[in-house]
């Protein structure tokens, strides 16, 4: 017995160890410091490196040519050393009210802040994050109102033979009220998953704020993953620990479209919910507004609000799903069904302007009634929360 207690003793001696080198091995430094006056200053200590640079969504856009076309990529600047090898760079300006993402450069490696916890991923990007209050920001923030509720839920999808993950948000007070709530299906762009929306599109947050500031409806929002070939988000699935990019499954083929039916029955089986055109809604940005795009034609008994952010518009050329063939004749059945809100939203300088300024031409063309929202700014995460802060008030009126 004596021996087994000195064990149990020890045992715990080395976990509390661990847990105080987890408690006191991080840095002292304050990174970043927000200022009174909405400057804000990072500091990374590091003695023995030649240059230290940071990485930003609040500094000047730089372009870069990529395989789909010029876009706009944060801005990169230096920091200054000061005492002990701590490096430092205070912004100019004072921020605007928004959520930034940064890292740091250190001699040419990209790292993350060690003094900031608050991460976020992108695809295979994993970048610190902070938010400036006092304005638009104000709505990604967790302010004292009534909370929703967000599940990670798996539903079968007999189109697809398999089963898959998406996640869910339910309003405050479904659990107790007894009512019917009609249904957000927000969706991804290219390289994210079910958790995108959640975490980069502070979603929750944005709907717990607007239905507490009686400016949007209560509604459930559901976040699928837009990759047919993936049961759920990268690390949370059988396929294990992978590393996540941006062709990482089918998407663009026609299989989710044709699936989505699968989503809709589940969430109708499953959650206490309008099971009617106008309690529905369908809406995404990059990839997930084209997916929104097909979905909303192919089935134009299924939505009444269609909202697409920066959307991918025309499919692929080499694709022979029905989901794509007809295109005009398909909208001309999904508009004479007179939905109730068509939304588009695109940034001046993003590089699926064009495309979208053409499929506004074809909609023009037929006399097809748009609302229509442009933006200063590229193919970024900044511009789609706003556009879901501007969209999710208009639904279900």
Same mark, same amino acid.
């Given at each position: 017995?004596r021996?087994?207690?000195?064990t149990?003793?020890?045992?715990?001696l080395?976990?509390?160890?661990?847990a105080?080198?987890?408690?006191f091995?991080?840095?002292?430094i304050?990174?970043?410091?927000i200022?009174p006056?909405?400057t804000v200053?990072f500091r990374?200590?590091?003695?023995?490196?030649i240059?230290?640079q940071i990485?930003g969504?609040f500094?000047?856009?730089?372009?870069?040519?990529?395989?789909?076309?010029?876009?706009?990529v944060?801005? #990169?600047?230096? *920091?200054?050393? /000061?005492?002990? $090898?701590?490096? +430092?760079?205070?912004t100019p300006e004072p921020?605007?009210?928004?959520?930034?993402g940064y890292?740091f450069?250190v001699d040419g490696?990209?790292?993350?802040d060690p003094n900031?916890v608050?991460?976020?991923?992108?695809?295979?990007?994993?970048?610190?994050?902070?938010i400036?209050?006092g304005?638009?920001a104000d709505?990604?923030k967790v302010?004292?109102?009534?909370?929703g509720?967000?599940?990670k839920?798996w539903?079968n999808?007999?189109t697809?033979?398999?089963t898959r993950?998406?996640t869910?948000y339910t309003p405050a007070?479904?659990?107790?009220?007894?009512?019917?709530y009609? #249904?957000?299906? *927000?969706?991804? /762009?290219?390289g $994210?998953?079910? +958790?995108?929306?959640?975490?980069?599109?502070?979603?929750?947050q944005?709907?717990d704020?607007?239905?507490?500031?009686g400016?949007?409806k209560p509604?459930?929002?559901?976040m699928?993953?837009?990759?047919?070939?993936?049961?759920?988000?990268p690390?949370?699935s059988?396929a294990g620990?992978f590393?996540p990019?941006?062709g990482?499954a089918t998407s663009?083929?026609g299989?989710?479209?044709s699936?989505f039916?699968?989503?809709?029955?589940f969430?109708?089986?499953?959650y206490?919910?309008?099971?009617?055109k106008?309690g529905?809604?369908?809406?995404?940005l990059?990839?997930g507004?084209?997916?929104?795009?097909h979905?909303?034609k192919?089935?134009?008994?299924?939505?009444?609000?269609?909202?697409?952010?920066?959307a991918?518009?025309?499919?692929?050329?080499?694709?022979?799903?029905p989901?794509y063939q007809?295109?005009e004749?398909k909208?001309?059945?999904?508009f004479?069904?007179?939905p109730k809100?068509?939304?588009?939203?695109?940034g001046?300088t993003d590089?699926?302007y064009?495309?979208?300024?053409d499929?506004?031409?074809?909609?023009?063309?037929?006399?097809?009634?748009?609302?229509?929202?442009?933006?200063d700014?590229g193919h970024?995460?900044?511009n789609?929360?706003?556009y879901?802060?501007?969209?999710a008030p208009l639904?279900?009126?």
């Amino acid at each position: 017995m004596r021996k087994l207690s000195i064990t149990m003793i020890l045992a715990c001696l080395c976990a509390w160890t661990f847990a105080q080198q987890a408690l006191f091995g991080g840095q002292t430094i304050e990174s970043p410091e927000i200022h009174p006056d909405n400057t804000v200053t990072f500091r990374f200590s590091a003695p023995k490196a030649i240059r230290v640079q940071i990485t930003g969504d609040f500094l000047p856009p730089q372009k870069m040519k990529t395989q789909f076309g010029e876009m706009d990529v944060p801005g #990169v600047t230096d *920091l200054t050393e /000061g005492k002990n $090898g701590v490096w +430092e760079y205070t912004t100019p300006e004072p921020l605007p009210s928004e959520l930034y993402g940064y890292s740091f450069i250190v001699d040419g490696i990209k790292t993350t802040d060690p003094n900031n916890v608050y991460l976020s991923r992108d695809v295979a990007t994993v970048t610190n994050i902070f938010i400036i209050g006092g304005g638009q920001a104000d709505l990604y923030k967790v302010n004292k109102v009534e909370h929703g509720t967000v599940a990670k839920v798996w539903y079968n999808s007999p189109t697809l033979g398999t089963t898959r993950r998406l996640t869910v948000y339910t309003p405050a007070g479904y659990e107790t009220s007894g009512k019917r709530y009609p #249904v957000l299906y *927000l969706l991804h /762009g290219a390289g $994210g998953d079910e +958790e995108a929306w959640a975490t980069l599109g502070r979603a929750t947050q944005i709907l717990d704020n607007l239905i507490a500031q009686g400016k949007a409806k209560p509604m459930l929002v559901v976040m699928p993953n837009g990759y047919t070939g993936m049961e759920a988000a990268p690390g949370e699935s059988e396929a294990g620990m992978f590393k996540p990019s941006m062709g990482m499954a089918t998407s663009m083929e026609g299989s989710y479209e044709s699936s989505f039916p699968d989503i809709v029955k589940f969430i109708e089986s499953r959650y206490r919910v309008v099971k009617a055109k106008n309690g529905r809604a369908i809406a995404g940005l990059s990839m997930g507004g084209f997916h929104s795009i097909h979905i909303s034609k192919y089935y134009p008994d299924m939505f009444d609000y269609v909202g697409l952010f920066s959307a991918a518009i025309m499919p692929n050329k080499n694709s022979k799903s029905p989901v794509y063939q007809n295109l005009e004749q398909k909208l001309k059945i999904q508009f004479d069904k007179k939905p109730k809100l068509y939304w588009i939203g695109i940034g001046k300088t993003d590089f699926l302007y064009q495309a979208n300024k053409d499929y506004r031409k074809l909609l023009d063309e037929k006399n097809y009634k748009y609302t229509y929202r442009e933006s200063d700014g590229g193919h970024i995460w900044k511009n789609w929360r706003i556009y879901l802060s501007e969209f999710a008030p208009l639904l279900f009126k």
